[in-house]
């Protein structure tokens, strides 16, 4: 987990933090100084820490930075069937829920299509978390390739909030969306990009850059 000096805090905080607020003031006022009212204390900063939007220092690159701060759980080369129906690159990034949950953009690209899903609430670090609510956007980048992000809510996740939506115009590292409480991140890119990570990574929204373009041609 990155640790930030210099954030605010998500417009999409304000009310869970203002009802933390006032159950905090309330158990204060009920019960006094107590284990239960340092409780609610402690869960009132949290969920502050929770929806903090930080600066990030966008690298100079050609190639495609994380779209998350998290740890990554996959790396492999898959067919993705939801737009394109070829084989890809993917990197899977798990979020707990001590990571910042601002999703940003990967490269400069134009927003082709979004897809929302309804679905259940299974853990995101697990294979069952296909099923999980869900947001698919389809990325067009400048060179014409391209990109498919995967947004999931996760177990305690109830709520997926872009901020961006089809025809939408991106610069890389630009805020496109937060996911509430726990969530993965799939991301999917052409086979002419390579990486050098690995299921374990910890990687930060942002600022980590996931594959450098090679000169092999895609397949």
């Known amino acids: 987990m990155k ?27 009920f019960f006094g100084i107590s284990i239960l009212s340092i409780l609610l204390l402690i869960t009132f900063l949290l969920i502050i820490h929770f929806f903090r939007d930080p600066e990030r220092i966008i690298p100079k690159t050609n190639g495609i930075i994380s779209p998350a701060d998290g740890k990554i759980i996959t790396v492999d080369t898959v067919k993705e069937d939801e737009f394109t129906n070829i084989e890809m690159k993917r990197i899977c990034i798990f979020l707990s829920v001590f990571d910042c949950h601002i999703a940003r953009s990967p490269i400069s690209s134009e927003v082709i299509e979004t897809k929302y899903f309804e679905g259940k609430f299974k853990f995101a670090n697990s294979s069952e978390c296909i099923e999980n609510e869900r947001l698919y956007m389809h990325l067009k980048t400048e060179d014409k390739q391209d990109v498919v992000l995967i947004l999931f809510a996760g177990f305690i996740a109830r709520r997926i909030v872009p901020y961006v939506s089809r025809t939408s115009i991106l610069k890389i590292g630009q805020r496109i969306g937060i996911i509430k409480f726990g969530s993965r991140i799939d991301i999917y890119v052409p086979t002419n990009y390579a990486t050098e990570l690995k299921a374990g990574d910890e990687v930060v929204a942002g600022e980590s850059i996931l594959f450098n373009k090679t000169n092999e041609k895609i397949v």
């Open 3 to 29: 640790i930030d000096y210099k954030w605010t805090v998500s417009p999409q905080g304000y009310q869970p933090i203002l009802v933390s607020f006032l159950i905090c003031w309330l158990g204060t006022a």
